[in-house]
């Protein structure tokens, strides 16, 4: 971080400061978005100074305890949100999964060698509403999509997200589309039901696609299938008019139109 940002990372300022200047580059050549990795996630506020003590002992190798860790992880990550509101950026959370759960295995074949399952902290949302609030009295909110591997979490993010609606892009907290191990037909119509009984489902940016791998976009194609059964479900169990131009609006703003004006990419 300290080569590639021209800044010499020595205490919790100067990390912050090389932060920003990352953040200015990716800006600058379109980036919008972040997403963070919330494998599992403890919200423990502390001081700068606190931060900026944890830091250092942890860039002199000297360690730190699971406890400063997460007050470490909870700094930064209000740190960026903030920036991320300055900036207009959309911040992706995906949370609660177990990473190289087979240490043989792990040992052999490395990471992302298919050894990853679906995590069970009980208490995800809880610190995850900690977070957001905490962002918000800062006036440090952007714009955020929250996933969880863990299907039990979805009520609860869903309406979680409801506590959070402030800005002009609609809504400005998101409950994300099934990932992963629930990115599948049934785990797509759970999603978009959930969304639908919680939100507002034609304001939904739709499916995310994991680009590192080519194989991955047709799960775009999937997920508009899937959308599609969903409502035509529910045109048939009366729950939605039988208007194929107000419903087939709906479906272009959820496969496109929605994503366009959220992310802000064509400004």
Known sequence: LSEVSGTEVTD??????????RLDYFHEVGGRLADHGMNSF??????????DEIVCRALNEEGCSASEAAAYQTALTLFLMGEYERRGWTLQLHMNCFRNDSSKNFEKLGVDAGFDTVGDQPDMVYQIKCLLDAAEQA?????CILYSLNDADWLG????????QCSPAKPKIQFGNAWWFNDTFSGMKK??????????LGNFTGMLTDSRSFLSYPRHEYFRRVLCHTIGEWVE??????????????VEDICYNNAHDYFGFFE
């Open 191 to 200: 999603q978009i039901t959930t969304f639908a009984e919680q939100g507002l």
């Open 139 to 143: 006036d440090g909110l952007p714009k």
């Open 42 to 51: 403890v919200f423990c506020p502390a001081t700068d100074e606190q931060v």
């Open 237 to 250: 169990l009366g729950r939605l008019p039988e208007d194929e131009d107000y419903l087939g609006g709906i």
């Open 157 to 164: 993010l869903a309406s979680l997200a409801g506590a959070f």
């Open 12 to 21: 919790w300022e100067s990390l912050k400061a090389a932060a920003r200047q």
